[in-house]
């Protein structure tokens, strides 16, 4: 069975400081990982996502994820965070045998302190 | 039109009344989710939607709640007898094909009174 799970539930970092958000999953066959932002009363925006290609992600607004399957580990990074990245992030994983159900982590909720 | 659009945006019902909430996906979207996100928690798969494909169900919590989609266009959900616990934000969300990355509405806001 696929799950996933986001390690922390909230994050505070200071401005220009790095982000890191974690993700773990497990699933039976290879997966497909997506991390999506959700602003304060604005709909989920898709940030980046794995499907079997290169294992270093690039997304939008400089964030980046690593498929690391060793660790089955998905984390989120960004070198510098800005005071607009305070967000919800939710990490989804979906079974390349069974794509029809996204599972969804909990979401992080990010604080990004000036 | 250019994203997923859902209305009404908020709705307030009081206990016991049916409500109907209504998904326009991106037009050529074969795929289509309803989800659920009560406050504070992460989201709640409800049903999904494949071109003409019998829908996936298994998410509905209870009968009544039900859902419809004519081929590849709108989407309405209906929850029928409202209660307290369903007030929670309904997202809709579309994609091209299944796993690409989902588009998603800005979510009706229902609250049961």
């Known amino acids: 069975a696929q799950s996933v799970t986001q390690l922390d539930s909230h994050v505070s970092v200071s401005e220009g400081t790095p982000v890191l958000l974690r993700c773990n999953y497990s699933?039976?066959?290879?997966?497909?990982l997506f991390w999506y932002v959700q602003h304060p009363n604005k709909g989920l925006q898709l940030l980046l996502k794995y499907t079997s290609a290169a294992t270093l992600v690039k997304g939008i607004n400089g964030f980046e994820a690593e498929f690391k399957k060793s660790e089955t580990s998905f984390h989120l990074t960004k070198p510098s965070a800005h005071m607009s990245d305070a967000a919800e992030y939710f990490c989804?994983?979906?079974?390349?045998?069974?794509?029809?159900?996204?599972?969804w982590g909990l979401g992080t909720s990010l604080a990004v302190n000036p | 039109g250019a994203g997923v659009s859902q209305s009404p945006s908020n709705k307030v019902t009081e206990k016991g009344k049916d409500v109907e909430l209504r998904c326009d996906p991106i037009?050529?979207?074969?795929?289509l989710y309803w989800y659920r996100q009560r406050l504070g928690q992460g989201l709640e798969f409800l049903i999904y939607?494949?071109?003409?494909?019998?829908?996936?169900k298994s998410g509905l919590p209870s009968d009544r709640f039900s859902a419809e989609r004519t081929g590849e266009s709108v989407s309405t959900l209906t929850i029928q007898r409202t209660q307290q616990e369903d007030s929670a934000v309904y997202l809709c969300?579309?994609?091209?094909?299944?796993?690409?990355?989902?588009?998603f509405g800005s979510g009706t806001r229902l609250t049961v009174v």
């Open positions: 699933s039976s066959y290879s997966p497909s």
């Open positions: 037009s050529g979207h074969t795929a």
């Open positions: 989804v994983v979906s079974d390349a045998g069974n794509n029809r159900k996204l599972i």
């Open positions: 939607f494949q071109g003409n494909s019998a829908p996936d």
């Open positions: 969300a579309s994609s091209l094909w299944q796993g690409n990355g989902y588009t």
